[in-house]
């Protein structure tokens, strides 16, 4: 009877471990309940910390349209450093870097942090980037900065769905202004209505003159 009792509990035990182990496993592999991330590239140099780093295409994989950078920087030193590059090491994509407000240089100040990508943040635009880079690839990059000089990793291709759907840049490059249309299109317009109505006003006043 006592070895019954003895299996009996073992088995209970058992089936209440199996059930907790579960149940972690679940909570552990539920992303949303425990606001885990994706893992992304992230590297340091000096006082400088590069993290959450993305390569963010087109949401469809046909769209043709810029692609950018997602990173969050930190400055543990005691003195302002500048972004002055991001390079796509092994690709011609060019990155364009924009603060969050207004023009000029990207600054991360001391002690402080710069979020690049998303809404009202920096922005980093890889104008030409569905051909720069391709979702599922590793892009190796290279961040340039003033003081720190050159902190390099590699960052995963993905497209701007689900969690990165929000990581698109603040503004992106104003297109190419073509001044020649505006200043043509403003002359002809003026000097049109001169064309036609002024010289033929003259022309008839002097043949009416003549013929006076």
């Known amino acids: 009877m006592s070895r019954s009792l003895r299996h009996g509990a073992l088995a209970a035990t058992a089936i209440a471990f199996s059930i907790t182990a579960l149940t972690a496993c679940g909570a552990g592999n539920d992303a949303q309940t425990l606001g885990v ?14 993290q959450n780093v993305n390569v963010i295409t ?15 920087v ?3 030193g005691s ?4 972004l002055d590059s991001i390079t796509l090491t092994g690709s011609s994509g060019s ?6 407000k207004g023009s000029g240089p ?28 391709k979702n599922g690839n ?15 990793l590699g960052a995963s291709v993905v497209p701007a769905k689900h969690y990165f759907e929000g990581f698109g840049p603040s503004s992106l490059p104003e297109p190419p202004k073509t001044p020649e249309a505006s200043p043509s299109g403003s002359a002809s317009g003026a000097a049109s209505p001169d064309a036609s109505e002024s010289p033929s006003g003259e022309a008839s006043a ?7």
């Open 37 to 50: 991330r994706p893992d992304n590239a992230a590297a340091s140099a000096g006082t400088i910390k590069v």
């Open 74 to 76: 930190f400055n543990n």
């Open 138 to 152: 590793v892009q190796p990059l290279v961040f340039k900065f003033s003081r720190t000089g050159d902190v390099s």
């Open 95 to 100: 990155v364009q870097l924009n603060p969050a």
């Open 58 to 72: 087109q949401p469809e994989r046909d769209a043709k349209g810029p692609a950018v950078v997602s990173a969050t």
């Open 106 to 133: 990207l600054v991360v100040p001391a002690g402080g942090k710069v979020v690049i990508g998303g809404k009202g943040n920096a922005s980093a635009v890889i104008e030409n980037g569905a051909e720069a880079a």
């Open 206 to 212: 002097s043949e009416t003159g003549q013929a006076g």
């Open 79 to 82: 003195k302002p450093e500048t």
